[in-house]
């Protein structure tokens, strides 16, 4: 019972990070019917960011309390893989809208590769490693020998993703820039001619899609503490396996997936083996877009003559 | 309201084209500096205690953005001028110089020509480059380009003809490769050692049937999808085959992978240097080349076999019924079409040829691993299919060529270290600028080098159709 409380806190943790990437997914997909492939590699540019900017806070200008250092960190991280989105739709997916439908995802592709061999070539090929930061563990249970322990970072890991998706949910939802979101997901023409301005309200998604990614980004390096060129991938399509379980399109559904991902994951490995499990989650990927394509919270695809 | 009948409001002038170019320059300048500023300005390193410490390279993000910032500048003033009236393209223009007799005889004259080249290639290099510079020649540039050929004509009937986008193709590139490798070092000296030197050509059948069922087992539970998520789909499968290639080590022995897989032999006659060899019963002196050069016409045989079949499949009504899935499934199932052979059809005779190359592949390696065989596979497949413009077979060669070619030229740039300095390699930059290559060939020509279709089937005349009419990638 302890190991499962245990899995389960180390569940809740891997799967704010994953709702976070998956967020950008399930947007971008909502807005412009598009699987943006590069977002996993947007989140690995984004925890580079985070860790250039931890390691001149910390060694270059001696930023003394690591709270406020990560706070720095998070909104650096932010403004700049927000501007590396920006300028990726703008230079790789906008040009190909309204082309036919394989072009974005074949551009994205591209960008994908690109993104991950421009951090090797600029950054090294080997795996950089952060001294580990706010080890400190609050002791649950130490009943049979076993202690539960839930560490500082997964309280401001989930703390953090409770914030600001309490923020993101109010923008959708509230604000005039949420409105024209949701008018653009239903109906791109009709919005444009009710004076929305399409291609503004695109580049915003990917933005927001991108400082969530950072968030998720800054949030995985304070983790795991290691970052590598080639951590983009299996993320970006665990997160994309959250969104589409999620059912895609659905930001809440994007978020439950996330959860439910990052649990399965962690359970797998503690009860059944670790090395399979990027299979398990492959595997319920496929089991899932065949058997139920709309995922949780998602409405079904009705297909149109 | 008033400025406008204010005899003294003058309307501010219009900005003229240099300071128009030289705002936006700056503008992509600044971009560029939030863009590579982080990366590039900034590195992350291990230093003696092996510490992660932050380097400075402030001269290198200076140069990047004040290329950034010239680039952006001419390329505005390029567009900004003025311009004569719209006449036909710079190409129709000059294709008109041509008469129309030379143009038809180079149209149907490349074809053949190309295919004599194809021949001739390996004596070409030979009484070039002579013996040992030859060799590097045929197998980096010969034979691996044709494995991408071979492997994107394969990958052209599920995606070009069929039009159901597999983003998992290297999957049955490795059933190929770990078939051979698997019969060629375990079961065939277990059971019938004398056939050892056949291996290959036992093999090669048997790895492109085992593709082709894996094809059929892939293929059957995706039959409802379509478009994007039937890619993620395969691209899943292609991770699940890969990853219990890494993980069941008692099978294909994980990470090390399988090595001293028999080479091929000249149908019987091995390529080594004893009295039996290859050398010896042809009266040469012996030399790895031949090995090399024999392993090209494999090569090329199989990838013209595959041309072959494919062109011939699309007159079959098994390959209109592929393209005609491609245009439209429903109307497809309107009309009675069995959609579901169609589609496993295509699944097991692309998987197949993926499985022909994958052998092809183990046996002229002679060491195979899981690294070989990663998504990123897949995706310069699929690269190499879409920028050669889906379906059409020459245009899928231009870009194999192109893109396989031109990043192997980048290890042979040894000159380019005189001006980087000594450190600098050109090859590791080689999957960075293929994927901007293909970012960049997407947006300049969305729909491959050669856009037009060739239908097989028509009603008066035949005659090209312009890619505003194909459809395909709904599917």
């Known amino acids: 019972m302890e190991v499962f409380f245990q899995q389960l806190i180390n569940g809740v943790t891997l799967g704010s990070i994953y709702g976070l990437i998956a967020i950008g997914y399930t947007m971008v997909f909502g807005i412009i019917g598009m699987v943006n492939f590069s977002h996993g590699d947007v989140f690995m540019v984004s925890t580079f960011i985070a860790l250039i900017a931890l ?15 990560l706070l720095i960190v998070l909104i650096v991280a932010m403004i700049f893989t927000s501007l590396v989105s920006w300028t990726i739709e703008r230079v790789a997916y906008r040009p190909l809208r309204g082309s036919f439908r394989l072009a974005p995802l074949i551009s994205a592709i591209g960008m994908s590769i690109v993104l991950s061999n421009f951090v090797q070539v600029s950054q090294g090929p080997r795996n950089k490693a952060i001294d580990p930061i706010l080890n400190n563990v609050f002791v649950l249970s130490a009943a049979g020998g076993y202690q539960v322990t839930l560490s500082y970072k997964q309280i401001l890991i989930v703390v953090v993703t409770a914030a600001l998706l309490a923020i993101f949910w109010w923008v959708v939802a509230k604000t005039p820039l949420g409105r024209a979101q949701r008018a653009c997901e239903q109906d791109r023409k009709m919005a444009a001619l009710l004076g929305v301005d399409v291609d503004r309200t695109i580049s915003i998604t990917f933005v927001m899609g991108a400082a969530l990614a950072a968030v998720a980004g800054t949030l995985y390096l304070v983790y795991y503490g290691v970052v590598n060129f080639h951590d983009g991938f299996t993320p970006g399509v665990k997160a994309f396996t959250a969104a589409v379980l999620g059912g895609i399109g659905s930001l809440p559904g994007a978020v439950l997936g996330g959860l439910l991902i990052g649990l399965i994951e962690v359970f797998w490995s503690a009860y059944f083996s670790v090395e399979y499990k990027d299979v398990a989650a492959f595997s319920i990927l496929a089991i899932v877009l065949i058997f139920m394509p709309q995922g949780i919270l998602g409405r079904p695809d009705v297909e149109k003559v | 309201m008033t400025s406008a009948t204010d005899p003294n409001f003058a309307r501010p002038a219009p900005p003229t084209p240099v300071a128009r170019a030289a705002r936006e320059a700056l503008f992509a300048a600044i971009i560029a500096l939030g863009v590579f500023g982080p990366l590039l300005a900034f590195r992350t390193t291990q230093d003696m205690q092996n510490r992660l410490i932050v380097e400075t390279r402030y001269g290198l993000i200076t140069i990047v953005v004040l290329l950034v910032f010239a680039g952006r500048f001419l390329l505005s003033l390029w567009f900004a001028r003025e311009r004569p009236e719209a006449g036909p393209a710079l190409g129709a223009r000059l294709a008109g110089l041509v008469p129309r007799s030379v143009r038809d005889v180079v149209r149907s004259g490349l074809p053949p020509a190309a295919l004599v080249a194809l021949f001739v290639y390996p004596m070409m290099i030979m009484s070039l480059t002579g013996g040992s510079g030859a060799l590097k020649w045929i197998d980096n540039f010969g034979i691996q380009i044709l494995i991408y050929v071979m492997l994107a004509w394969g990958l052209n009937i599920v995606v070009g003809l069929a039009g159901l986008l597999d983003l998992g193709y290297v999957a049955f590139y490795a ?31 048997i790895a492109g049937i085992l593709a082709a069922f894996w094809g059929v087992l892939l293929g059957f539970p995706v039959l409802r999808l379509r478009g994007d998520y039937l890619a993620i789909v395969t691209l899943a499968f292609g991770e699940i085959i890969r990853l219990v290639l890494i993980n069941w080590t008692a099978f294909s022995n994980g990470y090390e992978g399988i090595s001293t897989i028999p080479r091929p032999s000249f149908f019987g006659v091995p390529f080594n240097a004893s009295d039996t060899g290859f050398a010896a019963t042809f009266g040469l002196e012996f030399s790895p080349v031949y090995r090399t050069i024999f392993l090209y016409y494999v090569i090329v045989c199989l990838a013209l076999i595959t041309a072959w079949v494919s062109n011939r499949l699309r007159k079959l009504p098994v390959g209109r019924a592929w393209e005609a899935l491609r245009e439209d499934e429903i109307a497809c199932r309107s009309l009675g079409i069995n959609t579901v052979n169609t589609k496993l059809t295509a699944f097991a005779i692309g998987a197949m040829f993926g499985g022909f190359a994958g052998s092809f592949f183990a046996a002229r390696q002679g060491f195979i691993s899981p690294e070989s065989f990663t998504f990123m596979e897949s995706a310069v497949i699929l690269a190499i299919v879409v920028l ?64 037009t279709r060739m239908p097989t089937a028509f009603l008066k005349s035949r005659r090209a159709v312009s890619s505003d009419h194909v459809k395909e990638g709904h599917g």
């Open chain 2, 175 to 205: 059933v190929g490769a770990y078939a051979y490798a698997l019969i060629a070092t375990k079961v065939i000296p277990a059971t019938f050692p004398g056939l050892g030197v056949w291996a290959f050509w036992i093999c090669l059948p």
């Open chain 2, 388 to 451: 050669g413009g889906m379906g059409s077979l020459v245009g899928t060669a231009i870009a194999a060529v192109a893109m396989i070619g031109g990043t192997e030229l980048l290890r042979e740039l040894d000159w380019l270290k005189a001006i980087f300095g000594k450190d600098f390699d050109p090859a590791q930059y080689r999957m960075l600028i293929f994927g901007l290559a293909m970012v960049a060939i997407m947006v300049w020509k969305p729909r491959g080098f050669v856009s």
């Open chain 1, 55 to 69: 390691m001149i806070l910390t060694t270059w200008l001696g930023v003394g309390s690591i709270l406020i250092a």
